[in-house]
C-alpha cells in the first residue's frame, strides 16, 4: 500500500517499491499476492475452432449459430438460460497457407503472428454475419475495455485470439514459427479479464490419450486437474501445449472444458455445467 508523506514542503509517495529493483526476485516474491481483482469473473469465453469448425462450412458452423441462437433468445426471454458469454475464433486452414507465404518471403515471427491474427478476423466477420440479428458484434482490439460496456448493452462479442502479443511475439526455441497459437490466445483473454471458464469448440468429444483419427484405440479422458495432466501430457494434442505452460501460473482460470462442436447440444450442457465432452480442473 502506497502513503503520502508530507511536511516539508513536498508531497512523497511511499511505497513497497520506492528504491527498489524490479528485476531482483526477493523483491518480486514480496508481491505476490491471491487478491488479483476478476474483472469479469461471471461471463464465459467460448472458442470456436477454425480448422475444426469454420474449414467444415456450413454444415458445422449453421448448427452452432441455431444453438446460439436459441441461447440468446432463452436469457433475453428472462429464462434460466446460460451465463453471459464472449466467442472467439480460430483462423483455420488458411492460416497455414499464409503462414507458408509469409515464411517463404523471409517475413520475420511477430510479423507473421499479426498475418495470422487477419485470417481469424475475416472468421470473425463471417460469424458475426450470422449472428448480427442476434445481438453480435466483432469486438476490435482497440475498443477492448468497452467489452464490459458491450455485455451490458446485451451484446454478444466475437474476438480474435491472435496475435496475442501482437508483433511483439517472443522468438520461438526453433524455427521462426510463432510458439502462441489460437488456443494460447484466447486463453490469455480469460486470464486477464478474470474469467473462470472457458470452453473450446473442437471436432472431437474433448481430449484423448492420442490422435483418435489417427488411433483407433485412443482412449477418452472426460476428466482430469491441471497436475495430472501435467505429469502425462499426451504427444498430441488438441489445444496449445502453451496453454497449460501458461496455466500454471494464471491466478483466474479455474476450468478449460473441450466439446464437440458437430454434435448438437454439447455446447448448451457445457454451459449448463454439464461434464460433456473433456472437463480440466486447475485443482
Not at 208 to 225: C, E, L, S, Y
Request: hydrophobic share 40%; glycine share 10%.
Amino acid at each position: 500500500m502506497s502513503k503520502l508523506v508530507t511536511g516539508d514542503g513536498r508531497t512523497h509517495i511511499e511505497s513497497s517499491l520506492m528504491r527498489e529493483s524490479l528485476v531482483d526476485r526477493r523483491v518480486v516474491a514480496k508481491t505476490d499476492s491471491e487478491g488479483e481483482f476478476a474483472i469479469l469473473p461471471d461471463v464465459v469465453l467460448v472458442g470456436l475452432g477454425g480448422q475444426s469448425i469454420f474449414d467444415r462450412g456450413r454444415a458445422a458452423v449453421m448448427p452452432l449459430v441455431e444453438e446460439l441462437k436459441t441461447l440468446r433468445e432463452a436469457r433475453k426471454a428472462g429464462k434460466k438460460g446460460p451465463p453471459p458469454m464472449v466467442l472467439g475464433v480460430g483462423g483455420g486452414t488458411r492460416v497455414r497457407h499464409t503462414v507458408s507465404v509469409a515464411l517463404d518471403l523471409g517475413i520475420p515471427t511477430g510479423g507473421v503472428a499479426q498475418l495470422v491474427g487477419a485470417m481469424e478476423e475475416a472468421n470473425a466477420v463471417f460469424l458475426n454475419a450470422l449472428l448480427a440479428k442476434h445481438g453480435s458484434i466483432v469486438m476490435q482490439r482497440e475498443h477492448f475495455w468497452e467489452l464490459p460496456l458491450y455485455l451490458e448493452s446485451g451484446m454478444l462479442p466475437i474476438v480474435i485470439s491472435i496475435p496475442p502479443y501482437h508483433f511483439w511475439e517472443p522468438p520461438p526455441e526453433d524455427g521462426p514459427l510463432p510458439t502462441h497459437g489460437s488456443d494460447f490466445g484466447l486463453f490469455i483473454h480469460a486470464e486477464v479479464l478474470g474469467m473462470k471458464k472457458l470452453i473450446f469448440v473442437k471436432d472431437e468429444d474433448g481430449l484423448f490419450d492420442k490422435d483418435p483419427k489417427r488411433h483407433a484405440d485412443a482412449k477418452h479422458i472426460p476428466r482430469i486437474t491441471l497436475g495430472e495432466l501435467s505429469k502425462n501430457m499426451p504427444d498430441e494434442l488438441i489445444i496449445d501445449r502453451q496453454l497449460f505452460v501458461c496455466w500454471q501460473r494464471a491466478r483466474h482460470v479455474e476450468q478449460v472444458q473441450i466439446v464437440n462442436g458437430l454434435v448438437p447440444g454439447q455446447l448448451t450442457k457445457a454451459l449448463a455445467g454439464e461434464p460433456v465432452g473433456t472437463v480440466i480442473t486447475r485443482h
